[in-house]
């Protein structure tokens, strides 16, 4: 459920933002990265904006269209990992583009600028990403 992830949400930003935590020197630190980037796609992935019970084979449901959802956090955090984690990027990117099909019935101007601020980074496929997302909106 939203409140689930929104507990867990800081600690995902910390996975991504870091490249793992707790690491010791036989763990592969992208492992923990690509585990916590499934995590997000598996709920981004099997979100509609207009769902508004949960489906009859889940219990509960996450709905990103939800403002409870941490979505700027979530979206700055696969800005982060599509800059930093070339491996897991294309990976990151799809996710970020269902994130916003997700929200694009509910999206916030502060949510817009993180998108925004993204085109004008460095990096072309971060640039590539919001706009795809902002396409999407």
Known sequence: DVAT???TAPLIAQIFSKGG???????????QVALALDLVNSIAGNVSPFL???RARDDYYI???????PRKQTMESL???????PKLAKDASSTLIDVGQALQATVIPEE????LRGTLLQEVYVRNSCL??????
């Open 5 to 7: 992830y929104s507990y």
């Open 21 to 31: 935590i707790g690491l010791t020197e036989d763990d592969d630190p992208l492992e």
């Open 52 to 54: 508004t019970r949960p």
């Open 63 to 69: 709905l990103v269209s939800q403002t409870a959802f």
């Open 79 to 85: 800005i982060h990992v599509i800059r930093q984690q």
């Open 112 to 115: 817009l600028r993180v998108l």
């Open 132 to 137: 795809q997302t902002l396409q999407v909106l």
